[in-house]
């Protein structure tokens, strides 16, 4: 089964920038792994961020956004808020439609 | 409005199987695959499968083949996953999401402990 990696833990400042990726051990992600971005906050269901690599969903804040860079999905935070600490999670599918979740980020917001 | 609503909490001892339940209301239950999640305590999430409702055809991860089934009854527009020959790393809590619109509803996750 292939593996996904997500850096351990990053940290941004208030109201800055930051961008986490999504890689896969089989080569570069592409649109057809149809990578999702998940948030999760302690003691909640996750709660889906984009999809099909850059689609946002109503709730989804404008300062998110994902794309596909270097080979790897990525979820880009612009204006980080307090509100962002998270952990967030990407989800690639391979074929036969399997998912397989990277191994999350931690997200400090400091 | 959406909603998945999931059984409550089990108890089950090493050896023994659990079969959790994900009701679906807001939306016509067969026109969206239903994808089952789980999360150990601490840990990260975990992909375990999907199912279509309206052939109920599945797919599962490798890891969970031959140990996992996914039904569903659509009369009452519940699906179910049911995890057999249960070891205490299956101690979990286990969602149901919405698939195939951007998974963009989840179950509220239901507790699984696994325990003698």
């Known amino acids: 089964q292939a593996v996904v990696t997500q850096e351990p833990s990053l940290t941004v400042s208030p109201g800055g920038t930051v961008t986490l990726t999504c890689g896969s051990s089989?080569?570069?992600?592409?649109?057809?792994?149809?990578p999702y971005w998940f948030q999760q906050k302690p003691g909640q269901a996750p709660r889906t961020l984009i999809y099909?690599?850059?689609n946002k969903h109503s709730w989804t804040p404008a300062r998110f956004s994902g794309s596909l860079l270097g080979g790897k999905a990525a979820l880009t935070l612009s204006g980080a808020q307090p509100e962002d600490e998270a952990d967030y999670y990407c989800?690639?599918?391979?074929?036969?439609?399997?998912?397989?979740f990277g191994g999350g980020t931690k997200l400090t917001v400091l | 409005q959406v909603q998945l609503v999931q059984s409550g909490a089990e108890v089950k001892k090493p050896g023994a199987s659990v079969k959790v339940s994900c009701k679906a209301s807001?939306?016509?239950?067969?026109?969206?695959?239903i994808d089952w999640v789980r999360q150990a305590t601490g840990q990260g999430l975990e992909w375990m499968g999907w199912?279509?409702?309206?052939?109920?055809?599945?797919g599962f991860a490798q890891k969970f083949q031959g140990r996992v089934t996914m039904t569903r009854d659509t009369s009452i527009s519940t699906a179910y996953m049911e995890l057999s020959s249960l070891r205490s790393e299956d101690t979990a809590i286990y969602y149901c999401?919405?698939?195939?619109?951007?998974?963009?509803?989840w179950g509220q996750g239901i507790l699984v402990t696994v325990s003698s």
């Open positions: 999401v919405r698939a195939g619109s951007g998974k963009d509803y």
């Open positions: 807001g939306y016509t239950f067969t026109s969206y695959d």
């Open positions: 199912m279509n409702p309206n052939s109920g055809n599945t």
């Open positions: 089989t080569g570069a992600v592409t649109s057809g792994h149809y």
């Open positions: 099909d690599t850059s």
């Open positions: 989800l690639l599918s391979y074929s036969g439609a399997r998912g397989v």
